[in-house]
């Protein structure tokens, strides 16, 4: 059976995965213990359709693209199979970087350049697919920022680029400095944070047609732990409604679809570490949402009706 998962043209020449797999807990999950596990999640991944990798630097203490690269390194091959999407530009007080006194954002050129450079160190990788920046910074110079994308550009180094966590106004300065079209703006949303569906975001995304990434797509351990949170009590016994009304695995995947019915056509980022739940999430794709059942999830997450 072929898989689900659609592919979407983020560039003129350059699709993504409908789902992507995120790097975030590589190294806190107790179901990676050493590369072989990598490779065997990659391998999960790309049999089940899912070939958009997101990475970003700080990941893991800054060790999570070095992780990731060393069992692409055994495998060389495996890249030609894969987009990989990283980001820049949070600088964390870390031992990898004693340099840094406070946690801080930091988009000047120099750093965008190298930071680069130690994605293309750690990932085992000649050239990023796509380099995204971070998270907004109030310091800034959107002619700098677009002077390191186009020398990472012309290069070879970068492919595209894009954001993450960017407002529609952020988003429009940075563009209004480059040649060539932002191809992203990667943002929190779920039944948890709703933010991004109604304050312009995804209006934007869908005006411009472009795919917007979303992380967190499932609230993190919210959706499955109700205890003393009220959101999750009211959408959970909804999201068990649809997952048999659409014969999902779970709520998970209930949780996904709502998402992927959106629009701009958005790519939720997935982070789990294990093969099965992989596989679950593409069963997201299948589903025609109803528009009534749609906007109940959403009453549920609101927690009252539309008006």
Same mark, same amino acid.
């Given at each position: 059976m072929p898989s689900p998962v659609l592919r979407h043209q983020m560039t003129d020449d350059m699709s993504f995965s409908q789902l992507a797999w995120g790097a975030w807990r590589l190294r806190e999950s107790a179901d990676i213990k050493n590369t072989d596990d990598i490779l065997a999640l990659i391998h999960a991944c790309l049999d089940a359709g899912i070939t958009t990798f997101d990475h970003a630097d700080i990941y893991g203490g800054y060790g999570c693209e070095a992780y990731f690269g #060393? =069992? /692409?390194a055994q495998a060389p091959d495996l890249r030609k199979r894969? #987009?990989? @999407?990283?980001?820049?530009? @949070?600088a964390l007080v870390k031992d990898a970087r004693p340099e840094h006194r406070i946690n801080h954002y930091n988009t000047s050129k120099t750093?965008? /350049? %190298? !930071? @680069? #450079?130690? !994605? /293309?160190?750690?990932l085992a990788t000649d050239h990023i697919d796509m380099l995204l920046i971070h998270r907004p910074d109030p310091l800034m110079i959107a002619d700098e920022v677009a002077d390191a994308f186009n020398d990472l550009r012309q290069s070879g180094k970068v492919r595209h680029f894009g954001v993450s966590n960017f407002t529609p106004s952020q988003f429009n300065l940075l563009q209004s400095r480059l040649d060539a079209p /932002? *191809?992203?703006?990667q943002v929190e949303c779920s039944v948890f944070e709703l933010a991004p569906i109604f304050d312009g975001t995804f209006d934007q995304m869908q005006q411009n047609r472009i795919h917007p990434m979303i992380w967190s797509p499932l609230g993190g351990a919210r959706l499955f732990n109700t205890a003393n949170d009220v959101t999750a009590e009211r959408v959970r016994p909804v999201l068990e409604r649809m997952r048999n009304k659409y014969t999902l695995p779970g709520i998970a995947e209930v949780a996904i679809a709502w998402l992927l019915h959106l629009p701009c056509q958005p790519l939720p980022v997935l982070g789990t570490m294990k093969a099965h739940r992989i596989a679950? *999430?593409?069963m997201s794709c299948r589903v025609q949402f109803d528009r009534q059942d749609w906007f109940e999830i959403l009453v =549920? *997450? %609101?927690g009252h009706p539309v008006p």
């Amino acid at each position: 059976m072929p898989s689900p998962v659609l592919r979407h043209q983020m560039t003129d020449d350059m699709s993504f995965s409908q789902l992507a797999w995120g790097a975030w807990r590589l190294r806190e999950s107790a179901d990676i213990k050493n590369t072989d596990d990598i490779l065997a999640l990659i391998h999960a991944c790309l049999d089940a359709g899912i070939t958009t990798f997101d990475h970003a630097d700080i990941y893991g203490g800054y060790g999570c693209e070095a992780y990731f690269g #060393e =069992a /692409l390194a055994q495998a060389p091959d495996l890249r030609k199979r894969m #987009e990989i @999407v990283t980001k820049c530009d @949070v600088a964390l007080v870390k031992d990898a970087r004693p340099e840094h006194r406070i946690n801080h954002y930091n988009t000047s050129k120099t750093h965008i /350049l %190298q !930071s @680069v #450079e130690n !994605s /293309l160190r750690n990932l085992a990788t000649d050239h990023i697919d796509m380099l995204l920046i971070h998270r907004p910074d109030p310091l800034m110079i959107a002619d700098e920022v677009a002077d390191a994308f186009n020398d990472l550009r012309q290069s070879g180094k970068v492919r595209h680029f894009g954001v993450s966590n960017f407002t529609p106004s952020q988003f429009n300065l940075l563009q209004s400095r480059l040649d060539a079209p /932002l *191809a992203t703006n990667q943002v929190e949303c779920s039944v948890f944070e709703l933010a991004p569906i109604f304050d312009g975001t995804f209006d934007q995304m869908q005006q411009n047609r472009i795919h917007p990434m979303i992380w967190s797509p499932l609230g993190g351990a919210r959706l499955f732990n109700t205890a003393n949170d009220v959101t999750a009590e009211r959408v959970r016994p909804v999201l068990e409604r649809m997952r048999n009304k659409y014969t999902l695995p779970g709520i998970a995947e209930v949780a996904i679809a709502w998402l992927l019915h959106l629009p701009c056509q958005p790519l939720p980022v997935l982070g789990t570490m294990k093969a099965h739940r992989i596989a679950d *999430a593409t069963m997201s794709c299948r589903v025609q949402f109803d528009r009534q059942d749609w906007f109940e999830i959403l009453v =549920a *997450a %609101q927690g009252h009706p539309v008006p």
